[in-house]
């Protein structure tokens, strides 16, 4: 099976299950195949050749966000109610957002398209070794180690800067969790392991009838 069969393979089953994801009623199942576009689209990005990006999908998305949107939705418990939904105003805003993203994509491609010609141009002019030593590939940098260096380089602050705004919200998540509410009756093992034993002790007669 060659690559071009596999790629088709992937966006096809993409394809229908974004499609699954927004027409279910049930949430948990919008999740699960959510989480299967993830795959896929983990394994195209794993075709092309860009395994960090593809591997990196998996584990944020897949590993964390799909996971979280799961417990998340268990956890809300969401009933299905019997209400009627205008399909008429969902199909035109998904034309409106679909035509913008392929106007987008369009233009984009574009660009490519006139920058790759270009270069292209410039480089029929320059002679090129028809055959590369192994060692000479062995020795390049893979995609992984070309992104590290340009990342803990180049970009070396904003990456600081990201984990420390994470840092921050992983703390605040954690104190809006924390109820301190007053008259809330908890165990203080301090208090307990100190008291006073012939203060809490009591004997009692017991009466006999």
């Known amino acids: 099976m060659t690559s071009i069969t596999l790629f088709w393979i992937f966006s096809i089953i993409s394809l229908l299950s974004a499609c699954l994801v927004v027409s279910l009623a049930n949430a948990v199942y919008s999740v699960l195949f959510l989480i299967i576009v993830f795959c896929n689209t983990a394994s195209i990005l794993l075709l092309l050749g860009a395994e960090f990006l593809s591997f990196l999908f998996l584990i944020v998305y897949v590993g964390a966000i799909a996971v979280l949107f799961l417990f998340v939705v268990m956890m809300l418990n969401v009933k299905i109610d ?25 233009s984009a491609m574009q660009i490519d398209l006139d920058a790759y010609s270009n270069i292209r141009l410039n480089l029929t002019e320059v002679n090129f070794p028809t055959t590369t030593l192994w060692t000479q590939e062995n020795s390049l940098p893979s995609n992984v180690e070309s992104i590290g260096l340009v990342l803990y380089t180049s970009y070396s602050l904003v990456f600081i800067l990201c984990a420390f705004i994470l840092l921050l919200a992983m703390i605040g998540s954690i104190i809006l969790t924390m109820n301190q509410r007053n008259g809330v009756k908890k165990q203080q093992i301090t208090l307990q392991l100190h008291r006073d034993q012939n203060k809490v002790v009591r004997f009692l007669d017991l009466r006999k009838n």
């Open 82 to 106: 019997g209400a009627k939904v205008n399909y008429t105003t969902i199909l035109l805003i998904g034309f409106l957002i679909s035509s913008i993203l392929l106007f987008q994509f369009s």
